[in-house]
């Protein structure tokens, strides 16, 4: 069951009496809060029989008590319990879920955890509800799910724009629909995002970003990397070294990839490795440059800096100098 398959439902009036929404991804679950909070009731009905709870301030019992309740003046009455994570012995409410109210849709957002499936209190959920589990996209996941994103406010982007955004984020989708809407709101009646509206609009730079270093050790290019690390020494919020080390390793790890694909055939090596097509010649060409003896070296030096970016094995190194130590050695491997 996905997202837009539950609204869906809900909008055909189909509601089941409990939805349970866990997980690791923060954005969906608030996806379903939020919808049944301002849109399953009217605003009339919502002044009677919307209920909503905060986990670490509910009591079991007042739950219940308000999911037993009938509706005044409507079909259904809505009861939200969000945060639930946070809630004390949340399990007593199973008493509720193994007999539910037909007419109360209720709804909990359990963020960050899942409910153990071997117990009676899971079994209990799926076999008289909705268990909606969610994970975080791979990394690979989010150029395509920004770009529906784009598509979906009537947008489109360049390919570089897209990673650029991205590549900064990270693995946030609140952010990038948040950055999303900023840039449809400034484009005016222009309908394609590029790279100065990136720059323009959400603040990173075209030029000195992680993206850029990933381009510029990828071609072994020494001066431009170092131009890169000086302006992130100077702009520290710009790319810290917590998000550029991990950018680069998946880049190296993509590369390593290559050298296993049994191909030649670049389309081929791109769909095995999960590589957007339009950067392939950049992976090619860091996988000549480097050779595989490099990639696999440059991936342990990768792991080591990060270790020390932490402090393991390292008295304090300012983050620019353990990027310049780290960008000359990959240049010599």
């Given at each position: 069951?996905?997202?837009?398959?539950?609204?869906?439902?809900?909008?055909?009036?189909?509601?089941?009496?409990i939805?349970?929404?866990?997980?690791?991804?923060?954005?969906?679950?608030?996806q379903?809060?939020?919808?049944?909070?301002?849109?399953?009731?009217?605003?009339?009905?919502?002044?009677?029989?919307?209920?909503?709870?905060?986990?670490?301030?509910?009591n079991?019992?007042?739950?219940?008590?308000?999911?037993?309740?009938?509706?005044?003046?409507?079909?259904?009455?809505v009861?939200?319990?969000?945060?639930?994570?946070q809630?004390?012995?949340?399990?007593?409410?199973?008493?509720?879920?193994?007999?539910?109210?037909?007419?109360?849709?209720?709804?909990?957002?359990?963020?960050?955890?899942?409910?153990?499936?071997?117990?009676?209190?899971?079994?209990?959920?799926?076999?008289?509800?909705?268990?909606?589990?969610?994970?975080?996209?791979?990394?690979?996941?989010?150029?395509?799910?920004?770009?529906?994103?784009?598509?979906?406010?009537?947008?489109?982007?360049?390919?570089?724009?897209?990673?650029?955004?991205?590549?900064?984020?990270g693995?946030?989708?609140?952010?990038?629909?948040n950055?999303?809407?900023?840039?449809?709101?400034?484009?005016?009646?222009?309908k394609?995002?590029?790279?100065?509206?990136?720059?323009n609009?959400?603040?990173?730079?075209?030029?000195?970003?992680?993206?850029?270093?990933?381009?510029?050790?990828?071609?072994?290019?020494?001066?431009?990397?170092?131009?890169?690390?000086?302006?992130?020494?100077?702009?520290?919020?710009?790319?810290?070294?917590?998000?550029?080390?991990?950018?680069?390793?998946?880049?190296?790890?993509?590369?390593?990839?290559?050298?296993?694909a049994?191909?030649?055939?670049?389309?081929?090596?791109?769909?095995?490795?999960?590589?957007?097509?339009?950067?392939?010649?950049?992976?090619?060409?860091?996988?000549?440059?480097?050779?595989?003896?490099?990639?696999?070296?440059t991936?342990?030096?990768?792991?080591?800096?990060?270790?020390?970016?932490?402090?393991?094995?390292?008295?304090?190194?300012?983050?620019?100098?353990?990027?310049?130590?780290?960008?000359?050695?990959?240049?010599?491997?």
């Amino acid at each position: 069951m996905s997202v837009e398959k539950i609204i869906a439902d809900w909008k055909k009036g189909n509601f089941k009496p409990i939805y349970w929404l866990e997980g690791d991804e923060p954005y969906l679950i608030d996806q379903l809060v939020d919808y049944a909070e301002h849109k399953i009731l009217s605003e009339a009905e919502a002044g009677f029989n919307l209920t909503i709870f905060y986990g670490r301030d509910a009591n079991w019992p007042d739950v219940i008590n308000a999911c037993r309740r009938y509706p005044m003046f409507a079909e259904r009455q809505v009861v939200l319990l969000k945060e639930a994570q946070q809630m004390k012995d949340i399990e007593k409410l199973e008493g509720y879920v193994d007999n539910p109210l037909p007419s109360t849709v209720f709804v909990v957002s359990y963020k960050d955890k899942k409910v153990d499936a071997r117990t009676k209190f899971a079994k209990t959920l799926k076999s008289k509800g909705e268990v909606f589990s969610t994970k975080k996209l791979y990394d690979n996941q989010l150029p395509d799910w920004a770009n529906n994103m784009v598509q979906h406010h009537g947008l489109t982007i360049s390919t570089k724009a897209l990673h650029l955004l991205v590549d900064h984020i990270g693995n946030d989708l609140s952010r990038i629909q948040n950055e999303i809407e900023k840039l449809a709101v400034n484009l005016g009646a222009r309908k394609n995002i590029t790279e100065d509206d990136i720059e323009n609009y959400i603040g990173i730079s075209k030029e000195f970003n992680v993206f850029e270093l990933q381009d510029a050790l990828g071609k072994k290019d020494l001066s431009k990397a170092i131009r890169i690390i000086q302006y992130f020494d100077k702009n520290p919020k710009a790319a810290p070294i917590q998000l550029i080390l991990p950018s680069l390793y998946g880049f190296f790890s993509k590369v390593y990839m290559i050298f296993g694909a049994g191909t030649t055939d670049e389309k081929a090596i791109a769909a095995a490795v999960g590589i957007n097509p339009y950067f392939m010649k950049d992976y090619m060409l860091a996988a000549k440059n480097y050779g595989h003896a490099g990639v696999e070296r440059t991936l342990l030096l990768l792991h080591h800096y990060n270790l020390r970016s932490i402090g393991v094995h390292d008295a304090g190194t300012s983050d620019a100098g353990l990027m310049k130590e780290l960008v000359m050695k990959m240049m010599a491997a």
